[in-house]
């Protein structure tokens, strides 16, 4: 669909100079600079009169002088009744996209005034941001001011709603009135738009300090979850929705203080409109929110001002996806110290995987649901290789798939509630989003949630971004010795009968590896980004040695260091693609690394090689053999209590000590070499990726080479 700048050029209204930093309105002559923010919505409003409004662009005129006592200002746009321009009708005031409720309000006074200054009986004012609008009806000589919900569009009448299903014209007059009005239905928007529509809704919420930033994130989740159910209510073509504002007859009004009492009367009629559908919404979906708004009936109106026109639901999903990244992911990272995926990795690791609408899907920290939703659109993507787009095959392929295989755990629980409205909005996919600590073993998951989906070796694929450097401790958490990650294994080149121990904490990344392992089924795959420290880190070796005897290592891809930057995280990070060994394989693994242990230390005579040694240590403390004794002590006892020989002793033993270290590296060393050549042997695919298509603001960047990368990490998995 043509927007309204391209429908304006080719139809004669506007054109732009070739970088497009100047345009020109064709019809009075007069060019300015696009590069203001306010010229867009300057030139997006005139559009809108000329092209939806179906005024005559011979009637409007644009940054026409207005004398005010002995100053002259500028309206943007007056329309007029009449060709010549004589009888002005409407007075229209733009401002940026980003302007304040309190710069909004502002507004709405300065073109009231404009009103009142100009020539002629001007009737109606629209006051605009192009996110934000206000229309209203005014009547010069007894100075009211009726908030209308939009201007009448050409040889129209004011209607009392604007948004109606399919939008359309149609008369109130059983008897036929050939005046009829103009409806609109709700409009498609970008993700550029939808995110400063969040951003200013909120900033009304908490910005008068009624609420706080938290609180008034979670009062315009409630009401975006009533838009959407709105926006799902069965109804016939040309009914009205319901999440918008409804205006009284005010036509018998003839002082001001009547009027507010009706505008009033209009805010308590949408509040409960509101309520009824949060009720409704409630009823049938109880795992969303379970506490009630908590919004007076103004502060519902002033989000509804942002919304209502919206159609949440058809907006792509790109759209989507990028506003409730940009406006959820600055909001959380400031307040929750979250950290979420950004979209071009999201995407290259969603597109490599062989994702069905068959495969069980889990992500067990799932903050917002960036990965469910990219999961959620490729099984869509492949329903329209199927079905046509909105058969019911279309629908129950991708819809079904939603409802019973797809799977997210968030510890935050108003995160967790975020990523149920993120899927919501998708269309959904989040009846099996839980707030839950995805580290509890699973049959304590399921006795906390009705969701009984939540169960070990089930999922076919796990796809997670685990949060990093949180440390889980055993004084904390009682299920860390659950863990293998949680104690301390013998060595397998300690010789004194060590017991395996408790460790005292361990990084959730590590826990998350083993929780994730048993989470999957035998052949499943794994996709978990982790710090480079598990790849790399000497004191994490135990950890990459339970990796191999638990997985084929499928894939490693190392992002660059600037991947997470512009989402608040520098730690290097690598994508590590996981497929988990049956019960069968991974024993064969564990034994034959076993037996390839106890030959290293055979060849080596290890044990009567330690013994000897600790005898011959032991030896020699015990005889002083080699200690010179510098002083005039004979009694042996009393000579092992001076400094001299403390430090003698010390450097026996550390001596012994660095020969079993040297010793036990070359054994590790032969191990190492050992197990390359008799273990299991197999390709890893190993990538890396320096520039992923945005830099460390954030900013887009020309090259992607996780596109390349993708494409053929996808064909090596296919071999697998």
């Known amino acids: 669909m043509k927007t309204l700048m391209q429908q304006g050029v080719e139809q004669g209204l506007i054109s732009f100079n070739e970088d497009k930093s100047r345009i020109t309105y064709l019809h009075v002559n007069k060019s300015r600079n696009y590069l203001d923010p306010e010229e867009q919505v300057e030139a997006e409003s005139f559009l809108k009169l000329v092209l939806l ?48 409720e309190a710069e909004f309000l502002q507004a709405i006074e300065q073109a009231d005034s404009y009103a009142q200054a100009i020539p002629g009986m001007v009737k109606y004012i629209w006051v605009t941001s192009g996110i934000k609008n206000a229309y209203y009806q005014i009547d010069k000589n007894s100075k009211t001011r009726i908030q209308i919900p939009s201007i ?78 709105d926006e799902r209510k069965h109804r016939k073509p040309g009914v009205p929705y319901d999440f918008q504002i409804f205006y009284l007859d005010k036509s018998q009004a003839t002082l001001q203080q009547e009027i507010d009492k009706l505008e009033q009367q209009e805010t308590f009629d949408l509040a409960k409109r509101i309520f009824d559908l949060y009720a409704e919404g409630k009823k049938r979906d109880k795992e ?41 992911g600055s909001y959380f990272r400031g307040d929750f110290g979250q950290f979420f995926t950004p979209r071009n990795i999201v ?51 991708w819809h079904d798939f939603a409802s019973t295989n797809l799977f997210g755990m968030e510890i935050n629980e108003k995160i967790a509630r975020t990523a149920k409205m993120n899927m919501i909005i998708h269309d959904d996919g989040h009846t099996n989003v839980i707030a839950s600590d ?34 889980i401790k055993q004084t904390e958490s009682a299920y860390l010795h659950q863990y293998k990650f949680g104690t301390k294994e013998v ?42 420290g598990i790849l790399t880190n000497s004191s994490l070796q135990y950890v990459r040695d339970n990796i191999s005897e638990w997985f084929r290592i499928v894939a490693v891809v190392s992002m660059p260091q600037t991947a997470f930057a512009a989402n608040g995280a520098g730690v290097k990070s690598s994508v590590l693609f996981l497929k988990k060994w049956t019960a069968a394989e991974s024993q064969k693994i564990v034994d034959a690394k076993h037996n390839i242990q106890e030959r290293v230390k055979a060849e080596a005579n290890y044990k009567a090689t330690v013994e000897k040694w600790e005898k011959e240590k032991k030896s020699i403390l015990k005889n002083h053999t080699g200690f010179e004794n510098t ?60 520039e992923i298509g945005y830099d460390a603001t954030g900013k887009e960047i020309a090259v992607n080479e996780l596109d390349t990368i993708g494409a053929e990490l996808k064909k090596f998995i296919e071999t697998l």
Not at 294 to 300: A, K
Not at 309 to 328: C, W
Not at 442 to 461: A, C, E, P, S
């Open 347 to 397: 995407k290259f690791i969603v597109d490599v995987l062989p994702i069905t609408n068959e495969s069980k899907v889990l992500d067990s920290s799932c903050g917002s649901g960036g990965f469910l939703l990219y999961v959620l659109d490729k099984v869509r993507q492949q329903a329209g290789e199927y079905y046509r787009e909105g058969s019911v095959q279309h629908h129950n392929y």
């Open 53 to 100: 409004f179906n005024y005559p662009k011979q009637q409007i005129t644009l940054f026409e002088k207005i004398t005010m006592g002995s100053s002259t200002k500028e309206a943007d746009i007056v329309v007029y009744e009449d060709d010549c321009c004589q009888k002005p009708v409407i007075i229209v005031e733009c401002k940026k996209q980003d302007v304040s």
């Open 491 to 532: 060595d397998w080149l300690d010789t004194k009968n060590s017991a395996v121990k408790n460790r005292e904490s361990q990084s959730t990344e590590v826990l998350f590896i083993e929780q994730d392992k048993e989470f999957l089924r035998e052949g499943g795959y794994l996709a978990i980004v982790i710090p480079d």
């Open 152 to 229: 009448p569009t050409f040889g129209k009448k004011v209607q009392k709603y604007k948004y109606v299903k399919g939008g359309r014209l149609q008369s109130e007059d059983p008897a036929g009135d050939p005046i009829k009005q103009q409806y609109f239905d709700l409009e498609k928007v970008s993700d550029s738009d939808l995110t400063k529509r969040f951003k200013w809704a909120h900033q009304a919420l908490w910005g008068g300090g009624e609420l706080n930033p938290s609180d008034a994130f979670d009062e315009l989740d409630k009401l975006i979850f009533c838009k959407v159910w």
């Open 288 to 328: 969303v929110f379970k506490d009630d708004i908590r919004l007076t009936p103004q502060r519902i109106r002033t989000v509804v001002s942002y919304l209502e026109e919206v159609n949440l639901l058809e907006t792509d999903l790109d759209s989507k996806g990028k506003a409730f990244e940009t406006f959820m």
């Open 631 to 690: 002083t005039d002590l004979t009694d042996k006892k009393e000579i092992e209590k001076t400094s001299e020989f403390a430090e003698w002793k010390k450097q026996i033993n550390d001596q012994y000590a660095q020969q079993l270290s040297d010793l036990k590296e070359k054994l590790q060393d032969r191990l190492s070499e050992l197990l390359k050549i008799e273990l299991v042997d197999y390709p890893i695919f190993m990538a890396i990726a320096n």
């Open 438 to 471: 995805g580290l509890l073993r699973d049959d304590v998951i399921r006795t906390r949630t009705d969701n009984k989906g939540f169960t070990y070796g089930t999922f076919d694929l796990i796809i997670t971004n685990p949060p990093f450097g949180s440390i």
